[in-house]
């Protein structure tokens, strides 16, 4: 691994060697965080980036730490911050005893929201305004010291313009998604994400087919816990994959050459044979579409020698422009069949080391289709955000046989506010994050010929004779 040097700003160091992993480069994805929102960017120097109502561009985080803390100065540069302010101003020391008294009728604060933008167009920073708002509040003193934390809290998160910049993980992701589009995920919370790589067994060098429609953030989780070893085949509805997740990553190179993708509309082909290398390299829409996909293929093939002897008369007209275009498609769906050959290969040989299923469909009739590319003793976990779906795929393995250590199970999270004589459960939490149902597929090739009768121990079968004479 590559590794430069970087001089700390702290008393009494010198360069350090530090890995280039942890160094924010231009180009990579990174993870905004103020507070408890995050907001997942790429690094691109004079572009804007809008984040919490606020503009600002990210040109001076290059060459800085991830895990930075920056303050957002006048123009929208960013500032590493140096000093931690403290949470209370020094000079506060006086607080009530309680708040029975504290009437909140809004005429408390002197100063107005002319007089804030004036401090703002002064250039004062965020912890200054918020000691004008302690200066200026008429109740703030006979607040009790927890009400004074509170309200300092709450308009440092109002008043400082501060984000850090953190290097994006499946936990920071997973936090993201679940924090500001749910949805999207199917409700899967990081804590429930966790559980199912766990019982999914994911490891480097294995074999992993992954369904979901969780905007590729399980897809991705499976392909860090991977490390880049092994082979992930990714089983995807409609016309192609859904990775907006998984780009936030930002993994490397050799990442993307461990992943594949194969249409779910192929997959009884693949089982019965009868994909052949024509129909994997047509998309997996039917219909007019797809007719209308070949017909375009026959007249690429068919023109490819006209447009080689007339390129040097047509490359400013715009026939030109669209033979080149139609050139581009024909490499596309080219480069689209060998992808389907390569995942359609590592299928074939029905020796997959695990299935990861969460998506927003039924997941029985799924689950039931590829655990037939699933290798004997390999684990499966399929996640759904209801249970009644779980339901019907346990009953429908128990009665097909095939697997063992079915266990159908809720994950439980609950955030505490650890602080000094006032910790508690936080008020407001996720109330569910799901069920999974995990298992272990087994050959039940013995079994799948009928019952039969087990024989009799040997000392058993001589007892039993010398009793009947």
């Not at 409609?238 to 779910?264: I, K, N, V």
């Amino acid at each position: 691994t590559a590794l430069s040097s970087i001089h700390l700003p702290f008393p009494n160091t010198s360069t350090l060697l530090v890995d280039e992993r942890f160094i924010i480069k231009d180009g990579d994805f990174v993870v905004l965080q103020r507070g408890d929102v995050y907001k997942a960017v790429q690094i691109q120097k004079k572009r804007k980036v809008i984040f919490e109502k606020q503009w600002f561009f990210l040109d001076n985080a290059v060459g800085e730490l991830y895990g930075s803390t920056f303050e957002v100065a006048s123009g929208g540069s960013l500032q590493p911050r140096k000093s931690k302010h403290p949470e209370i101003p020094a000079e506060v020391k006086e607080s009530g005893m309680d708040n029975r008294n504290i009437v909140d009728d809004g005429r408390s604060q002197k100063l107005t929201r002319d007089d804030i933008e004036t401090l703002k167009e002064q250039g004062l920073k965020g912890q200054e305004i918020v000691q004008q708002l302690v200066e200026n509040s008429t109740t703030f003193r006979d607040k009790t010291e927890f009400a004074q934390e509170k309200y300092i809290k709450k308009k440092k998160k109002k008043y400082e313009n501060i984000i850090t910049i953190l290097k994006p993980s499946t936990r920071i992701l997973a936090l993201m998604y679940h924090g500001r589009e749910p949805g999207k995920i199917c409700h899967l919370r990081y804590d429930t994400l966790a559980q199912m790589l766990t019982l999914g067994n994911i490891h480097a060098g294995s074999k992993v087919i992954v369904f979901e429609t969780c905007a590729g953030l399980v897809l991705g989780a499976v392909m860090e816990r991977m490390g880049g070893y092994g082979s992930v085949i990714q089983m995807y509805p409609g016309g192609g994959p859904t990775r907006a997740a998984t780009d936030s990553f930002g993994f490397p190179e050799h990442f993307h050459r461990t992943l594949h993708e194969f249409p779910l509309c192929k997959v009884k082909a693949l089982l019965a044979g009868t994909l052949s290398p024509d129909e994997e390299g047509k998309d997996s829409v039917d219909g007019p579409a797809a007719e209308h996909l070949d017909t375009t293929a026959g007249q690429l093939a068919s023109s490819a020698n006209e447009q080689r002897k007339e390129r040097d008369a047509e490359d400013s007209s715009p026939e030109g422009m669209e033979s080149s275009s139609a050139q581009e498609k024909k490499v596309k769906m080219e480069e689209k069949r060998k992808k389907l050959s390569a995942a359609a290969a590592l299928l074939q040989g029905r020796n997959a080391d695990g299935l990861v299923v969460a998506s927003r469909f039924h997941p029985c009739p799924v689950l039931l289709t590829l655990l037939r590319f699933v290798a004997p003793s390999r684990p499966f976990v399929v996640y759904c955000q209801y249970r009644e779906p779980l339901i019907e795929c346990y009953s429908k393995l128990r009665e097909q046989g095939g697997v063992i250590n079915l266990r159908l199970s809720e994950t439980w999270l609950r955030h505490y506010q650890v602080l000094p004589n006032r910790t508690h459960p936080v008020l407001l939490m996720s109330g569910g994050g799901g069920y999974i149902l995990s298992g272990t597929t087994i050959d039940d090739s013995a079994s799948a010929s009928g019952p039969q009768k087990a024989e009799e121990p040997a000392p058993k079968r001589i007892k039993l004779q010398e009793t009947v004479a």
